[in-house]
């Protein structure tokens, strides 16, 4: 049988909300072949003084390869990528793959709070890896750190930010805002000619690690199976908001999206 298959380049949570624990899981929902590449690793805990553990440039090359030459690749999404090396080396590895389909989440900060994205890296997020992008998906926050500017307050302001972030080479931008304060989580989508606005009601919980990930491995899944961008986008933001909506609580206090929730409410 033929699936489309679907590559994540980013960093493993070891917490299983976010990262490549939250891109496979929704790989698998979307029926597509998932495959990743780890970056580094994020284990944050109360136990040991280390919680984030970056991969060797070789390891990642091998990741990458693995995926590419072995089974081939129909879309790739990136998520943590850290360094700047990480980051120039990535660029130059999709760049070289040929592969047409690819989804550029900038995460930069944790919804714990923890620094996914070294200060100097920007430069070579938005000049190496920006312009290699079918789609950004950048939150309101990482919008403005991309562009040096203040963080978004309205839907009008997104779209301001989507045109200037469009100018630095992808072909589309969804600025997802998620993080508004006294809206609805209105997303923007920009091609360059027009403006989509996405509008979704807002879920109260706090438990939404893990969103952001699952957003861009829903839009990386449906464009392996050749949805064009703005159906992708919408499917992928319907997915995204129930797997808010129904968002796992566990004992302790942590919580994550529930990536299965579209078939299994709890
Ligand atoms: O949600 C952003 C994110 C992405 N990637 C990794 C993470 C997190 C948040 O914790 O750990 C590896």
């Known amino acids: 049988m033929s699936i489309p298959k679907v590559l994540t380049i980013a960093g493993s949570a070891a917490q299983g909300s976010a990262g490549i624990q939250a891109d496979l899981k929704t790989f698998q929902e979307f029926n597509v072949y998932g495959m990743s590449a780890i970056t580094a690793i994020v284990a944050n805990n109360q136990r040991t003084e280390k919680g984030i553990f970056t991969q060797p440039i070789p390891s990642i090359e091998a990741q990458v390869y693995a995926a590419l030459e072995?089974?081939?690749?129909?879309?790739?999404?990136?998520?943590?990528?850290?360094?700047k090396e990480i980051i120039t080396r990535t660029s130059e590895m999709i760049e070289e793959s040929g592969v047409s389909n690819i989804v550029v989440d900038p995460v930069m900060i944790g919804k714990m709070g923890s620094q996914l994205l070294q200060d100097e890296a920007i430069d070579s997020l938005t000049?190496?890896?920006?312009?290699?992008?079918?789609?950004?998906?950048?939150?309101?926050?990482?919008?403005?750190?991309?562009?040096?500017?203040?963080?978004?307050?309205?839907?009008?302001?997104?779209?301001?930010?989507?045109?200037?972030?469009?100018?630095?080479?992808?072909?589309?931008?969804?600025?997802?805002?998620?993080?508004?304060?006294?809206?609805?989580?209105?997303?923007?989508?920009?091609?360059?000619?027009?403006i989509?606005?996405?509008?979704?009601?807002?879920?109260?919980?706090?438990?939404?690690?893990?969103?952001?990930?699952?957003?861009?491995?829903?839009?990386?899944?449906?464009?392996?199976?050749?949805?064009?961008?703005?159906?992708?986008?919408?499917?992928?933001?319907?997915?995204?908001?129930?797997?808010?909506?129904?968002?796992?609580?566990?004992?302790?206090?942590?919580?994550?999206?529930?990536?299965?929730?579209h078939r299994v409410k709890n």
């Open 196 to 261: 989509v606005e996405l509008e979704s009601e807002r879920i109260n919980t706090i438990h939404t690690s893990g969103a952001g990930c699952t957003f861009s491995a829903a839009i990386t899944s449906e464009l392996a199976k050749g949805t064009p961008v703005e159906d992708a986008v919408r499917r992928a933001k319907s997915f995204v908001t129930s797997a808010i909506r129904y968002a796992l609580s566990f004992e302790r206090g942590i919580g994550s999206t529930y990536h299965a929730a």
């Open 70 to 83: 072995h089974v081939g690749v129909d879309a790739l999404k990136t998520g943590m990528l850290f360094t």
């Open 127 to 194: 000049k190496e890896l920006l312009p290699l992008a079918t789609i950004a998906t950048p939150n309101l926050h990482e919008a403005a750190r991309m562009l040096n500017s203040p963080v978004p307050e309205t839907p009008e302001d997104m779209k301001t930010m989507a045109r200037d972030l469009y100018h630095l080479g992808p072909e589309y931008v969804l600025i997802k805002g998620g993080a508004l304060e006294n809206h609805a989580a209105v997303d923007i989508l920009y091609d360059g000619s027009g």
